[in-house]
C-alpha cells in the first residue's frame, strides 16, 4: 500500500511563492515522481516531473517559475512556486509511478489573488 500526502496550499497574492511538499508513504522504491495541478472545470495536467535519477521536466506555462525536488531519505517531492500568477490557481496533485502503476494524493488548493 502507497500513500501520497500534500500539503503547504494556501491562499497567496500574485508575485508570491509556495512550497508544497508530498510525503509518500508504504512500500515504496525509489521512482519517478510528479506534481499535476487541476483547475475547475479543466483537465489534470502535468506541470513537473523528477525521475528516479534526478531529472526533470516542466509544463512550458511554469519552467523557471516553479522547481521540482526530492529528497530521498524523507521519502518527500518537494514543488518550489515562485512568482505564481492567477492562472496557477488550481488544485495540486503529487504522482507517485512505479511500473504501470500510479499513485495520488488527495490534493492541495492553490489560490493566486490578481
Known amino acids: 500500500q502507497v500513500q501520497l500526502v500534500e500539503s503547504g496550499g494556501g491562499l497567496v497574492q500574485a508575485g508570491g511563492s509556495l512550497r508544497l511538499s508530498c510525503v509518500v508513504s508504504g512500500n515504496i522504491v525509489i521512482a519517478n515522481m510528479g506534481w499535476y495541478r487541476q483547475a475547475p472545470g479543466k483537465q489534470r495536467d502535468l506541470i513537473a516531473t523528477m525521475t528516479w535519477n534526478g531529472g526533470t521536466n516542466y509544463a512550458d506555462s511554469v519552467r523557471g517559475r516553479f522547481t521540482i525536488s526530492r529528497d530521498n531519505a524523507a521519502n518527500t517531492v518537494y514543488l518550489q512556486m515562485n512568482s505564481l500568477k492567477p492562472e496557477d490557481t488550481a488544485v495540486y496533485y503529487c504522482?507517485?509511478?512505479?511500473?504501470?502503476?500510479?499513485?495520488w494524493g488527495q490534493g492541495t488548493q492553490v489560490t493566486v489573488s490578481s
Open positions: 504522482n507517485y509511478k512505479i511500473g504501470s502503476t500510479n499513485y
